[in-house]
């Protein structure tokens, strides 16, 4: 541990870049790398909440909320804070009589005063400000991705902008405003409804519900269920704004062209004005291995093929976690693992592969198989068990480990690399 002025760092032994960890007062992480191979940084916001947060009632909030950070704030985005704070209030508690009334004539005459109120305070609003600020400083890649534990924001800046961008961003977490949520709603829906035609996040959703029925990796989905898509809540999206995007729940993360000394300096600046909070953990039953396997049967619009999980609790140990990754590997790898070797080489099948899957409470082992036009899937499952079986057994070459091992610490490098 290192002390430069008032700021106190780790380094993590064997990171080639010797990213330096600090922890601002607040309880804010902030990870810089520094890496000249050109004047930009690449920046990222990451705040440690996801779908798997969101409340029962009201699903798909995490992601929605995800899109309303980038509406602005009380200080840009608007003409006029003041009435359009006013009319923002009324647009919220309508939906929550929108929400809550099963009549659906009142419901219809409820949502037609959110229009006309809507319409109102969209004449206030400043559409796209943020992208607007964003691109003056010259940011490229703006972007954001909810997951399952994770909701993550990213910006790519020239190096001479951080003052600039901490501004900015550090006002967006302090102050997000709820504006032009009715139209939003219709491109979070939107991408709801485009989701239903894809067979690969449907096969997923099936798999993971399976898995994991007691927890909300399984109970819930990231976009959310069209049913709560469809009746919103401003007031539960708030609570969850001031429940989690706290600077002890977040992550600073910055590499490229920077000085770490000057780049904290103004990180504290901006970001150490924002007020921790308390933070608990998700409560969930404890979860148990399947005493049987179980299947369910998805009818999609692609060919057939199958998906095969097994579920992992790799809270326990961090070699639990490396074994997973390891046994992915061994198994499917792209081009020397053992599906790769003895079915898809081999041609038993059209196409096969593994990967591990590691979320912050469980993991799964993956395997995924398109049979060919004379194969049935319970032919190609036994094809797919069969190298299972082979890993239980230990009937792989060394070499195979021994590669496995070192893809491993790659990834491990790439990763700090990367931060």
Known sequence: MTEQNR???????????????????NGLKVFLSHHADAPRIQTYLAVRTGSKMDPPETTGLAHYFEHMMFKGTERFGTIDWDKEKELIEQIGAL????RNEEDEKKRADIYTEIDRISYQASLLAI?????????AIGSQGSNAGTSNDYTIFMENI?????????????????????????TELETVYEEKNMSLTSDNRKVNEALMALLFPNHPYGTQTTLGEAKHLKNPSMKNIRAFFEKYYVPNNMAVVMSGDLDPEETIAIIDRHFGKLKPGTVSDLRYDSWKPLPEPVYR????????????????DIRASQEESLMLTMIGMILSNGHAGLIDLNL????????ASAYDNQLADYGMIVLNGRPKSDQTLEELKELLLSQVELVKKGEFPGWMLEQAYAGKLRCRNETAGSS
């Open 7 to 25: 700021y106190i760092y780790e380094i993590i032994e064997g990171d080639p870049l010797g990213t330096r960890i600090y922890m601002l007062e």
């Open 95 to 98: 939906f929550e009589l929108y």
């Open 127 to 135: 559409p796209n400000e943020y992208d607007k600020l964003m691109d």
């Open 158 to 182: 020239p190096a001479n902008q951080v003052g600039n961008w901490a501004m900015i961003e550090a006002d967006r977490f302090s102050n997000p405003v709820l504006r032009l949520f009715h």
């Open 297 to 312: 049967e998805v009818t999609g619009l692609e060919a057939d093929n199958i998906r095969i999980g097994f579920g992992f």
């Open 344 to 351: 898809n080489q081999s041609q038993k099948v059209l196409n």
